[in-house]
């Protein structure tokens, strides 16, 4: 069967390149892989360790995310840049995830990549760097390589949303195929794995 990749991005807003970039993903993904799109990321409330102490497992939205990771075998994530960094909104449900709880931690040596969208010319450096940063601290197993920045995003994607630049969709291609790869080298199924 084909490994099950949630795939998460680090916006809010509806017309999102980030999400968009996500979406096109899911159609180009090889056979091996089956990806989804997380679309509830406002449902995560802002991390509060008083909140935590009253409920262990997390508010609702948390227990959705932390469910919904623990139950795929990978995670893709894409991430806006505000102010050289990720969002706001994606280091809180970060710090949520981070922590442990009766189910575990879920980004614990969790396989996991990183790309992103934005309108300027560095496309997403500084943000994924951020958030390479914040997963090491978590434990995950980030693919190193290939990289996906999209730059000049406007340009890249038809007014309808569609991503018309090929270049693009070619880098992606060959992302996930690695993904796929990272995968299969991080986290064998049941019965290739060593004794
Ligand atoms: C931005 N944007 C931006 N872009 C960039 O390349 N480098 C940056 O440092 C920033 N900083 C920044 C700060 C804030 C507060 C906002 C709102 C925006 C532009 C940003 O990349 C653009 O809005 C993207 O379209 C956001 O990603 P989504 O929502 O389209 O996925």
Known sequence: PPRSVLCLAGSLRRASWNR?????????????LRLNVFDALSSVPLFD???????????????????????????????PEYNHAMPGVLKNALDWL?????????????????????GGPWGTRLAQASLRQVL??????????????????????DHKGVL?????????????????????RVAPPASEAQP
Do not use: Y
């Open 20 to 32: 968009r970039l996500l979406h096109v993903a899911t159609s180009m993904a090889p056979p091996t």
């Open 49 to 79: 360790e008083d909140m935590e102490q009253r409920e262990p497992a997390g508010p609702a939205g948390v227990q959705a995310l932390r469910a919904a990771i623990a139950a795929a075998e990978g995670l893709i994530i894409a991430t």
């Open 98 to 118: 981070s922590r442990d709880t009766p189910e575990g931690e879920v980004l614990l040596e969790k396989p996991i990549a990183v790309l992103g969208a934005s």
């Open 136 to 157: 090491h601290a978590c434990g995950a197993l980030v693919m190193p390589t290939p990289t996906v920045f999209v730059a000049n995003a406007t340009v890249r994607f």
């Open 164 to 184: 018309t630049d090929l270049t693009t969709a070619r880098s992606l291609q060959r992302f996930l195929l690695a993904f796929d790869h990272w995968l299969t």
